[in-house]
C-alpha cells in the first residue's frame, strides 16, 4: 500500500512512518516540519489546516491510505480557539481531500482525553476501566477538537459508505524509544519521574502506550479495516498502568470518589481498556515500561 502520514515528523509520526515501512508499506509523510529524528519514508511540507493544501498534498502523493497525526497535540499549548479551529480543521480537510482523492483507507487519531478526566470542575469515570463505550465529556479545547474530529470520521463514514473506510485511534500518552531512553515525554517529564512522582501521570489515570504498539494498531487497522464497522474508535493503550503502585490504591489518592470503582484495578491492572481492538480484531499491545524502560 501506498500510505501518506500527516503529522509524520511528531513523536508518533516518527514511530508511525517506520512501522508502516517495516510492514513493506511505500509511506510519504506531510507536516509543516522536517521530521527532527530521521525516518526512512519521504516528507513534504504542507498547512493541512489550509483546505487547498490538504487536498493539493494528498493528490500529489495518490495513496490508497491516509493516517491523520497531524494536530497541536498539547492542550493548552496554544490559545484554546486556535486548538479547536486547527485540529478541527485538520481533520475534516484530510478526510474530505482523501474521498475526494479516492483514498480507501483512512486512520485519524483522537485522543483518551475526550472522556473528560481532570476536569476543575470534578470528574469521576461511570465505570472502571474506561473503554469506547464511556461517556465523553472534554473540558478543554484540545479534548473537545478531538471529539469533533470523530465525529468528522463518522461523517465521512455516512457519507463515503463502502468506497472509504475511516477509523479513530485513541491512543494513550505515546511513549517513543527515545524516552525509554531517558529524553522527556510529551509533558516534560522522564518516563523515570512520571513512575518515582505518581501525581505526574495521576490526571491522565496513568495511561500510556508504546509507540510502536499504537502503530501496529495502524497498521492493522489499514490492513484490515473492512472487518471493522465503518467510523469505529478504538483506544490503544498498554496492558498495564504506568505506575508502580495498583490504581485501586492510586486513583482515590488522586481522584476522589472513585474508590469504589478503582477496587478492582488492582496488581499492575490499567485505567482503559482495548476494548474494540481487541474483540474487532484480536490486537494486543506487547510492551509495556517493565520491559521497555532502560
Ligand atoms: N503524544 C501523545 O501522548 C498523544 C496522546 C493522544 C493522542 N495523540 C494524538 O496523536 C497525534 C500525534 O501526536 P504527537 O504526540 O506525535 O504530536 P506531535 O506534536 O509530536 O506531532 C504532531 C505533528 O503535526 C504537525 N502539524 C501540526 N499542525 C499542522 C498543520 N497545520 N499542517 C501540517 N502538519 C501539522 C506538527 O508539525 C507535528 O510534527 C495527534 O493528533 C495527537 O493529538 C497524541
Known sequence: MKVLVTGGSGRLGVAVVEGLLGLGHEVVSVDRCAPGRRHGGEWFAADLAVAEEARW????????????????????????????????????????????????????????????????????????????????????????????AEQVVRMFAARAGERMRVSVVR??????????????????????????????????????????????????????GDEVPNG?????????????????ELLPRFHPGTAGLASALVGDAAAFRNANAERLLGWKPARSWRTELR
Not at 190 to 199: F, G, H, N, Y
Open 232 to 248: 469505529e474508535t478504538f483506544f490503544a493503550g498498554a496492558a498495564d498502568a504506568l505506575a508502580r503502585a495498583p490504581l485501586a
Open 57 to 148: 498534498a494528498v493528490g500529489r502523493v495518490g495513496p490508497d491510505a491516509v493516517v491523520h497525526l497531524a494536530a497541536v497535540a498539547v492542550p493548552f499549548s496554544r490559545p484554546e480557539g486556535e486548538i479547536l479551529r486547527v485540529n478541527t480543521a485538520l481533520a475534516h480537510h484530510v478526510c474530505a481531500a482523501a474521498l475526494e482523492a479516492g483514498v480507501r483507507s483512512v486512520v485519524v487519531a483522537s485522543s483518551p482525553t475526550v472522556v473528560g478526566y481532570g476536569a476543575p470542575g470534578g470528574w469521576v469515570p461511570s465505570y472502571l476501566p474506561i473503554d469506547e463505550a464511556h461517556p465523553v465529556a472534554p473540558w478543554h479545547a484540545y479534548g473537545l477538537s478531538k471529539l469533533v
Open 171 to 224: 491512543p494513550c500518552y505515546v511513549i517513543g524509544e527515545e524516552e525509554w531512553a531517558g529524553a522527556p515525554t510529551q509533558l516534560g517529564h522522564t518516563v523515570r519521574e512520571r513512575l518515582d512522582d505518581p501525581s505526574l501521570a495521576a490526571g491522565s489515570l496513568f495511561n500510556y502506550v508504546d509507540a510502536r504498539d499504537a502503530a501496529d494498531l495502524i497498521g492493522l487497522l489499514l490492513s484490515r
